[in-house]
């Protein structure tokens, strides 16, 4: 293997036995050779998958559930045998797999960072002398006197992360693990991976985050059940896996016969309606509505872990998202411009004085703006049971590089007083990603147009 490369892939395929039940397994090893029957059946987890990865590449894998990622990652760290082909690493490697691979659950914190330490190739001195920086950027506190047993799964990641990249690998894998962290954790581990990256290391990681995949990587890969679907600039890859993740079930199967071809003449480019897509939604992926696809899509990893309902009182909103002007879901906005955020209501009872309501909150929860459909003066006067409402908020999105939270709300009159009757909090995120010509600082960007003017004084003689 030439030694630039990093990793070489090459034909791998990996079949799993499957047993219906639990004691056919024990049935198979007993059974003689000579015997027809099996008592599994084969499940091909990968099909004759070949890449390769250069030294300091940074690469994201993306694909749907159960599409063989786990399994990939897996077989290049050698935790998991290849049925056929086979896999070369240069250097050392440290991965993070499952949650608590490689740690002695009775064993404390510190003991498993001697124990993990040492499995990925450092001396205990050399543990040793990391050991005050890896507790520090675990930051678990007490914790790292207590049996691992005890940590919370954002506690595991934290040490499990920690550990691996001060062992200074040449070679990190991540598999998701990163995402049980919370949100300021994640922040220091992609600062750390970038670190790293530059440093010339290895990098390949399991994202379900559009985001991360191009924020992070050089290069991405596109798996899906088990074929390697695509394979170059993570821009084209994530734009093909969010197309097959979007598909309506009958056009899945054109797409990823577009995605072989095009994989296989090393023809780039991306066409959307030759797969089926309609043309209009072809022109809207490739910007054609003036929103640039590249800074405005939807990353599906970006969804609301603390979306809460109240009560409701005889309304349900439904389907509260954000559209671009045409129609385009998205999450990943353009600081700027300008946006729809769309919910549906549906009346059970016949309710007077209705009217709709929509906030953006920071993610510590300060309430920048918002807007109610009309004033207190003006509120529809009545809406029937049974009816439905479409509620639209064009808005401008005037914030700053950072991740937002949305509310929707609808009220009418219950008695003599106004109340909530369905309302949902946190229930959209959306993210504004950096932006080095800003010039506005703050949450808000006031739109301020500075100018800036020296001027000679006028006594001044030259
Ligand atoms: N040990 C196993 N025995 C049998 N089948 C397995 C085994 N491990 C994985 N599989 C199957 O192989 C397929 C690929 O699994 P894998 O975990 O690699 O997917 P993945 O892409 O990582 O999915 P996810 O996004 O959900 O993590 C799945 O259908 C899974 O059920
Ligand atoms: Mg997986």
């Known amino acids: 293997m030439s030694s630039d490369v990093s990793i070489d892939v090459s034909s791998v395929s990996k079949i799993f036995p499957i047993y219906e039940k639990p004691h056919h397994r024990l049935l198979q090893m007993v059974s003689p050779r000579s015997r027809k029957h099996r008592w599994f059946r084969e499940f091909q987890a990968l099909h004759d998958v070949s890449f390769r990865i250069m030294k300091g590449e940074t690469v994201g894998i993306v694909g749907r559930n159960g599409s063989g990622k786990s399994t990939l990652l897996q077989i290049i760290c050698g935790t998991l045998a290849a049925t056929r082909g086979d896999v070369r690493t240069q250097g050392r490697i440290a991965a ?97 991976i970038e670190r790293l990256r530059d440093s010339g290391a290895t990098i390949i990681f399991v994202s379900h985050s559009a985001s991360m995949v191009l924020e992070l990587c050089n290069r991405a890969v596109l798996i899906d059940r088990g074929e390697l679907l695509a394979l170059g600039a993570p821009k084209k890859v994530v734009t093909r896996y969010q197309k097959l993740l979007y598909a309506p079930a009958d056009r899945v199967a054109r797409l990823r016969a577009l995605y072989l071809e095009q994989l296989a003449s090393g023809d780039d480019e991306d066409i959307g309606d030759a797969a089926g897509i309609p043309p209009g939604d072809a022109a809207a992926a490739h910007g054609a509505s003036g929103d640039n696809e590249e800074q405005v899509y939807l990353d599906p990893g970006l969804v609301s872990q603390s979306a809460f309902r109240y009560e409701t009182h005889g309304a349900h909103i439904d389907d509260p998202h954000i559209e671009t002007l045409s129609g385009r879901r998205v999450n990943v906005l353009r600081p700027g411009s300008e946006y729809v955020y769309v919910y549906s209501v549906a009346f059970e009872r016949t309710v007077m004085s209705v009217r709709f309501g929509m906030l953006i909150k920071t993610v510590s929860g300060v309430e920048l703006g918002g807007a109610v459909s009309s004033s207190l003066l003006e509120p529809i006067p009545v809406v029937e049971s049974g009816e439905r409402i479409d509620v639209r908020f064009r808005f401008r999105a005037m914030v700053a590089p950072g991740t937002y939270f949305m509310n929707a709300g609808v009220t009418g009159r219950l008695g003599e007083e106004d109340h909530f009757l369905d309302r949902l909090v946190d229930v959209v995120v959306f993210r504004i990603p950096p932006d080095p010509g800003r010039i506005a600082t703050g949450f808000v960007d006031f739109d301020v147009v500075p100018e800036v003017v020296p001027v000679r004084h006028a006594g001044r003689s030259e």
């Open 96 to 192: 993070l797999l499952e949650l608590g691979a490689g740690f002695n659950p009775e064993f404390t914190g510190r003991e498993n960072v001697y124990l993990n330490g040492t499995l990925l190739g450092l001396s205990r001195e050399q543990v040793q002398s990391r050991f005050d920086e890896i507790v520090a950027f675990a930051d678990i506190g007490d914790f790292i006197e207590q049996p691992v047993k005890s940590y919370s799964s954002g506690m595991f990641v934290r040490l499990a992360f920690a550990v691996a990249i001060h062992v200074e690998p040449d070679i990190l894998i991540v598999d998701e693990a990163l995402s049980v962290g919370d949100e300021a954790f994640q922040r220091k581990c992609f600062a750390r």
